[in-house]
């Protein structure tokens, strides 16, 4: 208890000498004396989480302190050395008081807070590490004042602002160390007042502008890196200057230009990074002057030329690093001499071509990297040569060839990547020798033969890819053996027969492809014993059977690719995973509801079940999986409608629901799928309107409802789908017009709107949809009218069908501009007149079924009638009608005037006339019993005076008397005789 008394008493009186020296700072001066309260107050601003401060006692002699360096004999404090102990808390403005101090070291901890800048105050300070914690703001400039500092590292902080100018008054400085911050602006001039300074480092800020020519000052330089900031201009020729330098890092800023010659005269330099600038030009020759040259890397630049450097010159040089360049040409003759201390050799990305056989005079190397050029011949057969070979990368290139069987002998080797080339040949059985080979990659050649099984001799393998090759025959049976396999890659190869068993003794597999193939037979049981694998794709083979229910094992499965096989039964096995992203299971003999289950992988993204034997219902569960993208149920016999709950898949962008026995209405919420790039809903029972709301899924590109029983008009707010490919509405009960906003849709390609009731015209609209290619279809409707010319403005247009509607009128001659089209039917319309000549060589059937004439029809007739359109033909009929009906009433005058004078003529005439008539007509004789007298006036049922002149009776119809030759007189006076 007195112990703590006496520390509480002092730190209370180190809090009140801390605040006297701060109220009298020109008259109070900190002594040695105060510094165990100090470091008190250092302590109580600290949290300790080791415990290393504990010992920190006022009773104790403060020299005893753990961290804490005194002058001897004299007990003042010289040193403060915390690194690394995870202390946290801030720097208190308190140790401004250690005046005697000398080296400060409290870097690798998480202190937080600003650097103080009563540190400026410590003017015997020489050391001052602080880098590896999480100080905050900016750098104090205070930090100008220590005249003695020799060493200031303060990097990897989330310290900001801009350098101070004011560490240039640091004369003594040596080291300056202010890399992994966040700082900005330039590089201060005042750095070049630094004459001691020997490294630089300002890597990883944001820093701007150039090296500024004050820099040339520090001439003492032997460590600059600048490294990762947005520095730009040119590197400047005084760097060459620096006569001591031995480490330059210039990588990833903005340096433009060449690379300065002068930069051969640093003959102490060992490390020279230029990597990621936009250096042009040549590679200087310069640069083989640098003896003592360890690493040169100029990779990711625009240098061109051919290479210059020699590490036959370059004795040390130990790393050769040029990728990513416009470096054209072979491999220099020079580049390699017996006694080359090359190792690591990385060319890639150039324009580099020839062999390689060069390279077999490098004999230290260990990692050789030319891919991604144009290097072209065979891989050399003595490539064992280079016997310390542990990383070769030779894909992306032409080598051709058969892999040889010396590389058998590279008995270090652990990568060897050869893929896309043109290799030929089968995979040599001396690889087996390989017993350190980690990586194989011989993806994307032309290899063929079996796997050999001596691979599985290989026990280090982590990864094997073989995809894109000819290789044939089964998988090895010892595949197990690959205990370390992490990736198999086996994808678009001819490999059959079985998956073997074996394979479950991979433990370690994460990732197995074997899609493309002719694989048969039905995956073994042992495949749950595979805990670790994440990907599986077995898409495209012939395997069948129900699914192992041991897979239900397999926890860490994402993704899931077993298309086009035969499995059948259950799916439940592959549901043990939570973590699915991807479940296809297309075209498959599945069968069954589909399980809830699916829904536990609440990140799934894609599911596809197409093609399967699916009944019943669509889960309702499936709405819980809101990050899904795409839905895919189509060809199956699912029924019911569609849930609700699918509304809340909102990032949904394929919905495809087509080929089931779904029923019930096209739900409204769809609108709300901003996202949804494609829609089919095709081949159901759906029934009623087709929603205005669809109109707000802007980025629909493919809207089909075909073959179902849609009712009522196409919304006009179709329109508003710009981004719209296909539209198919083919084959329900539509009605009413074509909504002319479809011209909005002007990105189609393909419009069905076939086998419907739609009515009204053809709209010359569509004429504006120029991005018309795959169809357009309108046929089997009641569409009426002409065909409108603007149809000639579809030039992409492969396919028309106008078929089957109520057309009439020519066929109209812009038609001649379709000259992609290959397919045209404008049957069993109402069209008349030629067929235009240069649409002659489409089969008759494009026409039948109309009045139309001209090849491939039967010739046209120079008269030959046409039909009339209907518009003419009832003005024809209404003129015919007018004309009858005054004829009709001419003819009904002239007959009353004719009988009136009969009349006239009878009465005057009656003298027994009439009786002599009578009694001839008694006898039923041939002139139709006296009624003669009355038919014989223009009447053509009379048998006798049919053969009275055309000339009489129009002289009659027109009212004049003129005398007929007699046949019989008696009656002829009868009828002509004068009034």
Not at 4 to 22: G, M, N, P, R, T
Request: aromatic share 4%; glycine share 10%; net charge negative.
């Amino acid at each position: 208890m007195a112990s703590k008394q006496s520390s509480f008493i002092l730190l209370v009186l180190a809090d009140l000498s801390l605040l006297f020296c701060i109220l009298l700072a020109p008259v109070c001066l900190a002594t040695p004396d105060t510094a165990p309260f100090t470091l008190l107050q250092v302590k109580s601003s600290l949290t300790d989480p080791e415990g290393v401060l504990s010992g920190w006692l006022p009773e104790a002699d403060v020299c005893s302190w753990h961290g804490i360096t005194c002058l001897p004999g004299e007990g003042s404090v010289t040193g403060l050395n915390l690194s690394g102990y995870g202390l946290s808390g801030v720097i208190p403005p308190a140790i401004g008081g250690l005046i005697s101090v000398e080296f400060i070291d409290m870097s690798s901890n998480s202190l937080t807070g600003p650097i103080p800048p009563e540190l400026g105050m410590l003017e015997n300070l020489r050391t001052l590490l602080l880098f590896s914690n999480s100080l905050t703001g900016t750098i104090p400039p205070e930090l100008g004042l220590l005249k003695n500092l020799k060493v200031l590292r303060i990097g990897d902080n989330r310290l900001h602002g801009e350098i101070p100018p004011h560490l240039g008054n640091c004369t003594e400085l040596e080291t300056l160390g202010l890399a992994y911050c966040q700082l900005n602006g330039a590089i201060p001039a005042e750095l070049g007042n630094l004459r001691r300074l020997q490294q630089l480092v300002l890597d990883n800020n944001t820093l701007t502008g150039g090296i500024p020519e004050q820099l040339a000052g520090c001439a003492s330089l032997r460590v600059l890196s600048v490294s990762d900031n947005r520095l730009q201009g040119t590197i400047p020729s005084f760097v060459g200057s620096f006569s001591d330098l031995q480490s330059m890092n210039l990588a990833n800023n903005k340096f433009s230009s060449g690379i300065p010659v002068e930069i051969g005269n640093l003959s102490s330099l060992t490390y020279l990074n230029l990597l990621g600038n936009s250096l042009t030009g040549a590679i200087p020759q310069e640069l083989n002057r640098l003896s003592h040259l360890e690493v040169l890397d100029l990779s990711q630049n625009n240098l061109s030329g051919e290479i210059t450097i020699s590490a036959s010159q370059l004795k040390t040089l130990k790393f050769l690093v040029l990728s990513d360049n416009l470096l054209e040409g072979t491999l220099p003759e020079d580049l390699c001499a017996g006694d080359s201390s090359l190792e690591n050799l990385f060319l890639a990305g150039n324009n580099l071509g020839g062999g390689i056989e060069k390279l077999l005079k490098c004999g230290a190397l260990q990692s050789v990297d030319v891919s991604n050029n144009s290097f072209a011949g065979a891989v050399p057969a003595d490539i064992d040569r280079l016997s310390d070979l542990v990383d070769l990368a030779l894909h992306n290139n032409s080598f051709t060839g058969v892999l040889p069987p010396q590389i058998g002998n590279l008995s270090n080797l652990e990568i060897l990547s050869l893929y896309h080339n043109g290799l030929t040949g089968a995979i040599p059985p001396e690889i087996s020798r390989l017993q350190r080979l980690k990586v194989l990659f011989l993806y994307e050649n032309q290899m063929s033969g079996a796997i050999p099984d001596e691979l599985t001799n290989c026990t280090s393998l982590e990864q094997v890819d073989f995809f894109g090759n000819h290789f044939h025959g089964p998988i090895p049976e010892k595949i197990g053996n690959l205990k370390n396999l992490a990736v198999l890659q086996l994808r678009q190869n001819d490999l059959s027969g079985p998956i073997p068993a074996s394979l479950g003794d991979c433990r370690r597999l994460q990732a197995l492809a074997l899609a493309d193939n002719r694989l048969s037979g039905a995956l073994p049981e042992t495949f749950g014993q595979l805990t670790e694998l994440s990907v599986i794709t077995l898409y495209n083979n012939s395997l069948e059977g129900p699914l192992p229910e041991s897979l239900f094992q397999l926890k860490n499965l994402t993704v899931i690719n077993i298309a086009h096989n035969r499995f059948a039964g259950r799916v439940i096995p592959l549901l043990g995973s939570s973590s699915l992203f991807v479940l296809v299971l297309t075209n498959n003999c599945f069968s069954g509801v589909i399980p809830a289950a699916v829904a536990r992988s609440k990140d799934m993204v894609r599911l596809q079940l197409t093609g399967n034997r699916f009944t019943g219902g669509i889960p309702a569960e499936l709405g819980n999986l809101a990050r899904l993208q795409m839905l895919d149920l189509s060809l199956n016999n699912v029924s019911g409608d569609i849930p609700a709950e699918l509304s809340n898949c909102g990032q949904l962008t394929h919905l495809k629901l087509d080929g089931n026995s779904l029923t019930g209405t096209v739900p409204s919420w769809l609108g709300s799928f901003r996202s949804l790039g494609e829609l089919d809903l095709s081949s159901n029972a759906l029934t009623g309107g087709i929603p205005a709301e669809l109109g707000n899924c802007s980025g629909l590109l493919k809207l089909s409802l075909s073959d179902n029983h849609l009712s009522g008009s196409i919304p006009p707010e179709i329109g508003r789908l710009t981004s719209l490919n296909v539209l198919n509405l083919h084959k329900n009960s539509l009605t009413g017009a074509i909504p002319p906003e479809l011209r909005r849709c002007n990105k189609l390609y393909e419009l069905r709107l076939s086998e419907n009731s739609l009515e009204g015209p053809v709209l010359p609209e569509l004429g504006q949809l120029s991005e018309l290619q795959v169809i357009l279809d309108l046929s089997f409707n009641r569409l009426s009218g002409e065909i409108p010319a603007s149809l000639g403005n579809l030039v992409k247009l492969e396919r028309l069908n106008l078929s089957s509607n109520r057309l009439y009128g020519p066929i109209p001659s812009s038609l001649l501009q379709l000259t992609s089209l290959h397919r045209l039917n404008l049957s069993d319309n109402l069209l008349s007149g030629p067929v235009p000549a240069a649409l002659s060589s489409f089969p008759a059937a494009s026409f039948l079924g109309n009045e139309l004439c001209g090849a491939p029809l039967p010739p046209c007739r120079p008269s030959s009638s046409r039909r009339l359109p209907g518009k003419e033909v009832a003005g024809i009929v209404a003129g015919i009608a007018v004309v009858s009906a005054v004829v009709c009433v001419a003819l009904l005058y002239i007959m009353l005037r004719v009988w009136s004078n009969w009349r006239a003529v009878s009465v005057s005439s009656s003298d027994g006339e009439e009786t002599a008539e009578a009694a001839h007509g008694q006898r039923g004789g041939k002139w139709g019993a006296g009624d003669g007298k009355y038919w014989k006036v223009g009447s053509p049922l009379s048998s006798v005076e049919e053969k009275h002149s055309s000339a009489s009776e129009t002289s009659v119809l027109h009212g004049k008397s003129v005398v007929a030759a007699p046949r019989r007189a008696s009656h002829a006076v009868l009828v002509v005789g004068k009034p």
